[in-house]
């Protein structure tokens, strides 16, 4: 039999209890893109060591595949909860979206750097830990937005509430102009397998307004080879295959610098063909570069929002084109 380990709230409860269930089976599906677990965790690093030296056999939904997954996730997301976004005048130019828990060395960067250059005087963010980084110019202390979610009919969607809060607050979304989003990514020296796009990415594009995105090299081309607008003709992305993290960073924020200047540029347009652009996806079950997205990735969608006891909305839509 097989065991699907539905993502990253069903494996902890697992690792609460040593992966006792998972004995019993000779075949173990992991619903994660890369190697963090076995990184972080030594119990399922040892658990897998003998796992292979046994009869069980290990799958692991590949990273190719992953991204599409996102798509799926933050589109049923905003069909079952009800997001408060106020009809409210414009405050300011950015919304920074960071992780809600990790402040990476490469973020405290430039997070040091927006504030150098007076980007965060322009801005709304997030930062949940103070890091050790050695900052001079950005203040580093805890910074929550509030964000305010309505459940539909009672249901339980703290998993949800885990990929959506505090990492973007979407109450706020309307009053500022760009998401800057400062993507997951793992870098001690060389670049680490890991998310081309996450949930913040999606978040931002669902959002409806322009992004610029700060994650491995070819994150953005990555998004327009998936059909979306990355606004290039406003926005050098020299930036995005430079493997130089230094480098890749000043250049980054040199566009930000950029788009700070900017002044009355209309891209509604262009951002609702984006926000369109995530019901094809997955209305017709399109495939990210090299990977094969079909019903099998579909349905291991539809078992993770059944053992997360959450309505599986987007299920309503793979069989439509309209």
Same mark, same amino acid.
């Given at each position: 039999? /097989?065991?699907?380990?539905? *993502?990253?709230?069903?494996?902890?409860?697992?690792?609460?209890?040593?992966?006792?269930?998972?004995?019993?089976?000779?075949?173990?599906?992991?619903?994660?893109?890369?190697?963090?677990?076995?990184?972080?965790?030594?119990?399922?690093?040892?658990?897998?060591?003998?796992?292979?030296? @046994?009869?069980?056999?290990? &799958?692991?939904?590949?990273?190719?595949?992953?991204?599409?997954?996102?798509?799926?996730?933050?589109?049923?997301?905003?069909?079952?909860?009800? +997001?408060?976004?106020?009809?409210?005048?414009? &405050?300011?130019?950015?919304?920074?979206?960071?992780?809600?828990?990790? $402040?990476?060395?490469?973020?405290?960067?430039?997070?040091? &750097?927006?504030? #150098?250059?007076?980007?965060?005087?322009?801005?709304?963010? @997030?930062?949940?830990?103070?890091? $050790?980084?050695?900052?001079?110019?950005?203040?580093?202390?805890? /910074?929550?937005?509030?964000?305010? +979610?309505?459940?539909?009919?009672?249901?339980?969607? @703290?998993?949800?509430?885990?990929?959506? +809060?505090?990492?973007?607050?979407?109450?706020?979304?309307?009053?500022?102009?760009?998401?800057?989003?400062?993507? /997951?990514?793992?870098?001690?020296?060389?670049?680490?397998?890991?998310?081309?796009?996450? &949930?913040?990415?999606?978040?931002?594009?669902?959002? %409806?307004?322009?992004?610029?995105?700060? *994650?491995?090299?070819?994150?953005?081309?990555?998004?327009?080879?998936? %059909?979306?607008?990355?606004?290039?003709?406003?926005?050098?992305?020299?930036?995005? $295959?430079?493997?130089?993290? !230094?480098?890749?960073?000043?250049?980054?924020?040199?566009?930000?610098?950029?788009?700070?200047?900017?002044?009355?540029?209309?891209?509604?347009?262009?951002?609702?063909?984006?926000?369109?652009?995530?019901? !094809?996806?997955?209305? $017709?079950?399109?495939?990210?570069?090299?990977?094969?997205?079909?019903?099998?990735?579909?349905? +291991?969608?539809?078992?993770?929002?059944?053992?997360?006891?959450?309505?599986?909305?987007?299920?309503?839509?793979?069989? #439509?084109?309209?």
């Amino acid at each position: 039999m /097989t065991f699907k380990i539905l *993502g990253t709230t069903h494996y902890h409860n697992l690792l609460d209890n040593n992966f006792k269930e998972l004995e019993s089976h000779n075949k173990v599906l992991l619903f994660r893109p890369d190697e963090w677990f076995e990184e972080e965790n030594e119990a399922f690093f040892e658990y897998t060591n003998v796992a292979k030296n @046994s009869e069980i056999d290990f &799958e692991v939904i590949t990273q190719s595949n992953w991204p599409t997954f996102f798509f799926y996730t933050i589109l049923n997301l905003c069909l079952v909860i009800k +997001l408060h976004i106020p009809k409210t005048s414009i &405050e300011k130019k950015f919304l920074i979206l960071v992780n809600k828990t990790k $402040n990476r060395e490469y973020r405290s960067m430039l997070m040091e &750097e927006f504030a #150098r250059l007076g980007i965060l005087d322009n801005s709304l963010y @997030s930062w949940l830990n103070p890091s $050790n980084y050695p900052f001079k110019y950005f203040n580093n202390k805890q /910074t929550c937005l509030d964000t305010k +979610l309505t459940i539909q009919d009672g249901t339980d969607v @703290s998993v949800f509430k885990n990929l959506i +809060l505090p990492t973007i607050p979407t109450k706020l979304v309307s009053k500022v102009e760009w998401n800057l989003v400062l993507e /997951t990514i793992r870098y001690d020296g060389t670049w680490k397998v890991s998310d081309l796009v996450t &949930e913040k990415s999606v978040n931002a594009i669902y959002s %409806g307004k322009p992004f610029l995105i700060f *994650g491995l090299p070819g994150a953005n081309r990555f998004l327009k080879c998936m %059909g979306f607008d990355i606004f290039d003709d406003l926005i050098d992305y020299d930036f995005d $295959n430079d493997y130089s993290l !230094e480098i890749r960073i000043q250049k980054y924020v040199k566009e930000v610098v950029k788009i700070n200047n900017f002044s009355n540029i209309d891209l509604s347009d262009r951002c609702h063909k984006n926000f369109k652009r995530i019901f !094809e996806i997955v209305k $017709n079950k399109l495939k990210s570069p090299n990977a094969t997205v079909d019903n099998y990735l579909l349905n +291991l969608f539809d078992e993770y929002c059944d053992y997360h006891n959450i309505p599986n909305l987007i299920k309503q839509l793979w069989s #439509r084109r309209d």
